[in-house]
């Protein structure tokens, strides 16, 4: 009897095949071909690559015949698993040959349970050459086994079996209770998510090898913090690791963008998470997970008083156990937190508004306790400016007697930067502060002047001219008569504003600006050149009466945006809204593009531009597609001609633009059109590349000329915008 009455899934036996996006574990593969041990237990939740080291085994492993069985919530029927588990040792052992039936009636019996696995042992034994060499077992995906009788044949299977047997576990959840025994007794070799994570020196390596695949170079030192960004990102999580590795292999531009990788990276992650993990947990722990995700670490006691509950140790230990991305902090074992990705993604499911109300209760809670630094920085966090006010009446002197300067030096430009009138209980000892830390003095409002302090707020609240700046295309910057163009003493003043500019109001320091402007000066003249030079661009806003525009505060500076006008806050949000994939969006304000007029501070030759350079001309080209796609829904194709013209004049190597565009031209029949940029086409893959238009091309080309050759000439673009624009069609320039 093959089955009782099932259909048998050959599936359930058959190795995965090994894809060519599997990132090779050689450490890991060492420890499991190393192992001495009877029992090899991997125990971590999604994302730690436990089927695929272990598919890598079973098809690599030397001297070793692997036997495959991905288990499943079906297979909690006894004799259905000893039927799986039998053809798939025939599957790796042709010649071996066990029938279940004879003991079927019987297995809720010990003895025969125990006399079944005995001549199972015997069979395999007689079909094998086990001399000088053992058996694997592989049972992937163990957490749906929840029958007691299906691990008991485990046991067996280990007790009778261990000479000629390995059995190797792969589970997301709990570790199985029969195992506690060997790994107590380490007689079992056990890997956690800390064994399966990748290392900042295998993320490097990984890098590595890759970047020289896809023709991609860079330095040691851009490798190694490029590394050292995503792996400090995922904490090694290898699902974190394999988005980013995919992330780069699709990369065509050549240029490396940290915060690219890290965006797509958080999408696909969040969609993982959602569809591996989050929408399979009961409900109360989905709530628990996304209100507990504002608190940097949990604790029992935090837990049960933010949420008003009782069981938090029950849940916090539950979540432990099954390895739901909290880790234990040091030594304790009553202080927990999320791993960093799975905690933003939990994030951003909860409003700002509860999101306050939890970090106000965790404040509440502190200030019962003894630590109420931790009551003032969860105060700051949820902007319970009270509540961290009365913290600070218990702590502020204690930290201003300890030193700790630049605690306080965080939390009163916190209360400054958001107009916070002072108690009359910190006025005090941040006077003494900001004397004893040569900050300079500012008068301190007390709580009962708020009123007054308000109204001199909105009285000197004045609105100043802005400069306009046009950061695409040719950088150029004009003062608030928008007729007269800045005027640059020198080239490096030009870069200097450059730069502050793309940092978009954070500060700056001396050294980083050094670095990036006069990297091959010497410190002192270099500091001489930088001081001249921003001389030069305060005495010329001076005589505009620009002199605000260039903030300097604590030996940083920084423009004040406020007083810019620039079009990079709409191509960011544009930008946003790519990332996010919201087309009407981008289609709705498809106007907007054309502020694009050329790559990002265009003539600005430094390297501080060029990797924002690259991300704002990929952008454009993708928002450009998508509002032509949603132009030709719509049957604007004259707008979808210009909209792809300008795509292409920004990267003419695009080819899927060109494919749209003579989708365009064929609906216009317009045939020369379509010839021409054919030609242009071609002729720049064969110079520049030495190959031909892709095969996509080629067909959406040979279509256009097929469908639309009855008419030819060169009026169809224009004739087709006139016709829009008497349709009451929205136009474009670009």
Not at 169 to 187: D, W
Not at 231 to 246: D, Q, R, S
Not at 600 to 607: A, D, E, K, P, T
């Amino acid at each position: 009897m093959r089955n009782r009455g099932s259909t048998f899934l050959e599936s359930k036996i058959q190795k995965p095949m090994i894809s060519q996006e599997f990132i090779q574990r050689e450490r890991l593969m060492k420890r499991i071909s190393d192992s001495q041990k009877s029992l090899v237990l991997l125990h971590a939740t999604i994302g730690y690559g436990k089927t695929v080291l272990l598919t890598q085994y079973a098809r690599e492993a030397s001297g070793e015949d692997c036997v495959w069985y991905h288990l499943s919530a079906m297979d909690n029927d006894c004799v259905l698993f000893m039927q799986y588990l039998s053809a798939a040792v025939k599957k790796s052992i042709s010649d071996f040959d066990f029938d279940v039936t004879a003991y079927a009636p019987f297995l809720h019996e010990e003895e025969t349970k125990e006399k079944m696995i005995c001549d199972f042992i015997g069979c395999v034994c007689l079909s094998a050459d086990t001399s000088g060499r053992k058996i694997v077992f592989i049972f992937d995906d163990f957490q749906s086994i929840i029958n007691d009788d299906i691990c008991q044949i485990i046991r067996l299977l280990l007790v009778h079996g261990a000479e000629v047997l390995r059995i190797i576990i792969a589970t997301k959840g709990a570790v199985p209770p029969f195992c506690f025994r060997y790994v107590l007794k380490c007689t079992a070799d056990i890997m956690t998510r800390q064994e399966l994570s990748f290392t900042l020196d295998e993320v490097q390596a990984l890098l590595s090898a890759l970047l020289v695949d896809i023709d991609i170079d860079l330095s040691k030192e851009e490798l190694s913090n490029l590394s050292r960004i995503i792996w400090h990102k995922t904490e090694g999580w290898p699902a974190g690791v394999m988005f980013a590795y995919i992330y780069l292999k699709q990369q065509r531009q050549g240029f490396v963008d940290a915060e690219s990788i890290l965006s797509y990276q958080k999408l696909a992650l969040d969609a993982y998470f959602m569809h591996e993990l989050f929408r399979n947990l009961p409900y109360d722990i989905q709530m628990f997970l996304v209100k507990t995700s504002s608190l940097e670490f949990l604790s029992t006691e935090l837990c049960n008083a933010v949420l008003h509950i009782q069981n938090a140790q029950s849940v916090l230990d539950y979540l432990e156990q099954e390895s739901l991305f909290v880790n234990k902090v040091g030594q304790s074992d009553r202080l927990f937190r999320y791993h960093s990705l799975f905690r933003d993604f939990l994030k951003a499911m909860l409003n700002k508004e509860a999101e306050e109300e939890i970090l106000t209760k965790a404040a509440e809670f502190y200030l019962s306790t003894t630590d109420k630094s931790l009551a003032v920085e969860y105060a700051l966090a949820g902007r319970s400016w009270d509540l961290m006010q009365y913290a600070l009446e218990s702590v502020g002197e204690e930290y201003l007697a300890q030193g700790k300067f630049k605690t306080l030096e965080r939390w009163v430009s916190e209360l400054e930067k958001n107009r916070i009138s002072i108690t009359p209980n910190n006025w005090y000892w941040i006077e003494r502060f900001n004397y004893l830390s040569d900050r300079m003095s500012k008068p301190m409002v007390f709580q009962d002047n708020v009123k007054e302090n308000v109204q001199v707020c909105v009285n000197t609240n004045i609105t100043e001219a802005k400069v306009k700046v046009d950061c695409f295309g040719d950088f150029r910057v004009w003062l608030p008569s928008a007729t007269e163009e800045a005027h640059w003493r020198t080239k490096k003043a030009q870069e200097l504003f450059a730069y502050l500019f793309h940092s978009k109001g954070q500060p700056v320091g001396k050294d980083a600006i050094l670095l990036q402007l006069w990297p091959e000066t010497d410190r002192k003249s270099a500091t001489t050149l930088f001081h001249t030079t921003l001389y030069s661009i305060r005495k010329m806003l001076m005589a505009h009466q620009l002199e605000k525009l260039i903030v300097y505060d604590k030996k940083k500076y920084a423009l004040k945006v406020d007083l810019l006008s620039s079009p990079l806050e709409i191509m960011d949000e544009l930008c946003r809204a790519c990332e996010r994939m919201d087309e009407e969006f981008i289609y709705n304000n498809r106007e907007t593009l054309s502020y694009y007029q050329g790559e990002y501070l265009g003539g600005i030759s430094c390297v501080f531009a060029s990797a924002s350079r690259a991300y704002y001309e990929q952008k454009f080209i993708r928002l450009s597609q998508v509002a032509a796609r949603k132009s030709m829904e719509n049957n604007l194709w004259g707008e979808a001609v210009l909209l792809l013209e300008a795509a292409i004049d920004a990267d003419p190597f695009e080819e899927y633009s060109y494919c749209l565009l003579f989708q365009c031209f064929q609906a216009l029949k317009e045939i020369k059109q379509a010839k021409r940029y054919y030609a242009q086409l071609k002729k720049i893959l064969y110079e520049e590349l030495d190959v031909e238009p892709c095969a996509d091309v080629l067909e959406a080309y040979k279509l256009c000329l097929a469908r639309g050759a009855a008419t030819a000439g060169g009026g169809a673009v224009m004739s087709a915008m006139a016709d829009e624009a008497s349709a009451g069609a929205g136009r474009i320039a670009i």
